[in-house]
């Protein structure tokens, strides 16, 4: 039990990470990072960012659609690990192991963290959705569709998965989503504030 907690924790930070890595990417292809990889995930996860980032040549530099591919990043890197590793569970037929727990925590945790992002967060605006809002709002309408077919690909996911694992995994992405719709919203405040 202890070894699959640990792995589901490996799991939720490597997405976490990776998410603000797209972040940093973008920022590094406009020169406002010098490392994308180098970005802050403290080991309880709140409040992860791209840091270092020179905000202040960013502010200077950056149109409102760049700031807006910027907020994307993040959420295309779920998507581009989420989706891919969701469609090698399906396809492939893995024995119950520790590898599958973890590709399938791996693969879950992209999807559950893209669609809050697309719709909790695009309904009660927030976080990467607010850089896309001031771009254009018109986007949150198609990106929100893309975060309700997100949604069936985890609902597919947990009623197709192994049936032992079905309520711990419920019951992870009920407090995730629940933690990151409350995360994301303080953060928003704590960066409007500072504004």
């Known amino acids: 039990m202890v070894v699959y907690f640990i792995l589901g ?26 490392n994308p990889f180098d970005v802050h995930v403290p080991l ?5 960012t791209p840091n270092p980032v020179n ?3 960013a502010s200077k530099i950056l149109s409102h ?30 024995p119950e192991s520790i590898f599958y727990y973890f590709l399938f925590s791996f693969s879950l945790f992209h999807l559950v963290e893209a669609a809050a992002y697309l719709v909790i967060s695009n309904i009660f605006l927030s976080s ?7 771009y254009k709002p018109i986007l949150r309408i198609p990106l929100f569709i893309i975060g309700l077919v997100i949604i069936g690909l985890i609902s ?10 079905r309520l711990s995994f419920v019951i992870a992405i009920f407090l995730m989503t629940a933690c990151m719709v409350i995360g994301r919203i303080i953060f928003t405040k ?3 504030a500072k504004a």
């Open 44 to 48: 309880y996860l709140f409040f992860s």
């Open 156 to 165: 597919f996911m947990i009623m197709n998965g192994p049936e032992s694992w």
């Open 65 to 94: 659609r760049q700031i807006s591919y910027v907020g994307m990043g993040g959420i295309a890197v779920n998507i581009i690990f989420g989706i891919p590793s969701f469609i090698l569970l399906v396809y492939l037929n893995f």
């Open 9 to 34: 924790y490996i799991a939720l930070y490597s997405v976490i990470w990776l998410h603000e890595v797209g972040h940093g990417m973008v920022y590094a292809k406009y020169k406002c990072k010098d």
């Open 190 to 192: 704590l960066q409007t």
């Open 128 to 134: 990467d959705m607010l850089l896309v809002h001031q």
């Open 55 to 57: 905000r202040e040549k």
